[in-house]
Structure formats: C-alpha cells, structure tokens
Nanobody, 125 residues
Framework: QVQLVESGGGLVQAGSSLRLSCAASGRTFSWVTIGWFRQAPGKEREFVAGTSWSGGVTYYADSVKGRFTVSRDNAKNTAYLQMNGLKPEDTAVYYC??????????????????WGQGTQVTVSS
C-alpha cells in the first residue's frame, strides 16, 4: 500500500504560479513512476505530467508543456508539480498517482495503482 497526500492548491489569478506537492508513505516510493492528473467539473480525469522513478524521464500533456514542471525528491518521498503561467482552463482538482509501468511514462488512469485525494486549483481570469 502507498498513501499519497497532495497539497499546495489554491485560488490564484491567471498568470500566477503554484507548486503542488505529493507526499507518499507506506511502500517504497522510489521505484515507481509518479503521475499528475487533473479533473475539471463535468470532464474526464486527464493526464498532466509524469516522472520516472529516478526523475530522469518526464512527460507532459501538450496543454501544459512549457508551463508545468514535474519533479521528485525520493529522499523525502515527495513529488512536485510546479505550475507557472496558470490559465483559467487549468482549473481542476489535481491528483498524484503511482504506477509500476516504468518508461515510457504511463498516461492512462488504468496504469496507475494508488491515488491521492486531490487538491483544488482554481485560476481566475
């Protein structure tokens, strides 16, 4: 079992930045892929970004490429999603999740095993 807890969400204006954190406990965190997903009201949960177990491989959805950066600190059992240049369309609940699929980075919900409870990000125009 892996327990994941997201934090760092909030209400910001367009153009602002936020950094989300995903703190893990339980089974080994270091050997899994970490993915970030988001779900807006009335929409499907979608892949945002992911990082391999070492942090050496990352992958981003086209909608956030160049604005978001995913990273991890295995010594702290924590992953991060730095979000810059936020837009109103980034408004959603953001989730982190773990996957054992390695590389290439998994991008579908079915490939992820454990999920956090989510953190709300709201971007006003």
């Amino acid at each position: 079992q892996v327990q994941l807890v997201e934090s760092g969400g909030g209400l910001v204006q367009a153009g602002s930045s936020l950094r989300l954190s995903c703190a893990a406990s339980g089974r080994t965190f270091s050997w899994v892929t970490i993915g970030w997903f988001r779900q807006a009201p009335g929409k499907e949960r979608e892949f945002v970004a992911g990082t391999s177990w070492s942090g050496g491989v990352t992958y981003y959805a086209d909608s956030v490429k160049g604005r978001f950066t995913v990273s991890r600190d295995n010594a702290k059992n924590t992953a991060y999603l730095q979000m810059n240049g936020l837009k109103p369309e980034d408004t959603a609940v953001y989730y982190c999740a773990t996957s054992r699929t390695g590389v290439p980075i998994a991008t579908t919900r079915d490939e992820y095993d454990y999920w956090g409870q989510g953190t709300q990000v709201t971007v006003s125009s």
